[in-house]
């Protein structure tokens, strides 16, 4: 059977069992288009894996550092390099120093508003596997919606058409919304998993940076 744009526009009388190849064939631009939109969600799935990873987040060699400077009471020094660390846990420590003038509890609670404000920029990144997910399912849904009306339109002309006519003319639109589920099976399957470690590890960072808060209150004495 040719592949056309819409699946299932050429019903004919095909008899012999279609292998998965010509299948696919018969979603026409569909199909390479959900397969396109899954192999970008794979790529978007391994760069939120990789930005969610601790060495990415919080940076043993940033604990160190901040950790010494905050022993030593340099709360200006570790407000500097947190700043210029551009991570998570920069981003947390920066937020709780600007505060230490208010005591620990000013201290914690804005910590906790930069943990609320980060855990909203980098969720809507992983959110974007759960929205191609939504779009996968769309385009296999158009596509299969085409692909009925496609085949009623050739089975109208038909004169005497058969079942298997029909069979095959709606199994090849079904095969639209099948590979639509496949793919959105993953994207959904990866946001989920990208969801849980984020979750994980916001909590993770955040305890590092209440830590280094009270080390901050604590060292206050040494260093005047």
Same mark, same amino acid.
């Given at each position: ?12 009388? *095909? $008899? ?19 397969? +396109? !939109? ?13 930005? #969610? ?8 060699? *940033?604990?160190?550092?901040? /950790? ?10 570790? +407000? ?18 600007? +505060? =230490? !003038?208010?005591? *620990?509890? /000013? ?6 508003? !930069? ?32 692909? #009925? ?7 109208? $002309? ?43 590890? #916001? *909590? !993770? ?8 808060? =009270?080390?901050?209150? /604590? ?6």
């Amino acid at each position: 059977m040719p592949c056309t744009f819409f699946p299932a526009l050429a019903v004919a009388a *095909l $008899r012999e069992p279609q292998s998965m190849t010509s299948l696919f064939q018969s979603t026409g631009i569909v199909g390479p288009l959900m397969l +396109l !939109a899954g192999a970008i969600t794979f790529v978007v799935a391994v760069r939120r894996w990789l930005e #969610l990873r601790p060495s990415r987040l919080a940076p043993e060699s *940033l604990q160190r550092s901040l /950790e010494l400077k905050l022993h030593d009471g340099q709360h200006g020094a570790a +407000l500097q390099a947190a700043l210029e660390s551009k991570t998570l846990l920069g981003e947390l420590v920066a937020a709780g120093l600007r +505060l =230490r !003038a208010g005591g *620990l509890d /000013e201290m914690l609670a804005n910590i906790e508003r !930069a943990t609320g404000k980060e855990s909203l920029r980098h969720g809507n990144r992983v959110a974007n596997l759960s929205r191609w997910g939504g779009a996968v399912l769309l385009i296999g849904l158009w596509g299969t919606t085409a692909g #009925l009306i496609s085949t009623m339109a050739v089975l109208s $002309r038909l004169k005497d058409p058969t079942t298997s006519d029909f069979v095959t003319g709606i199994g090849e639109s079904l095969v639209c919304v099948a590979v639509a589920l496949l793919v959105a099976l993953f994207c959904f399957g990866a946001f989920f998993l990208m969801d849980s470690k984020l979750t994980r590890q #916001l *909590l !993770a960072v955040r305890e590092i940076a209440e830590e280094m808060a =009270r080390e901050a209150v /604590e060292s206050a004495p040494r260093a005047g």
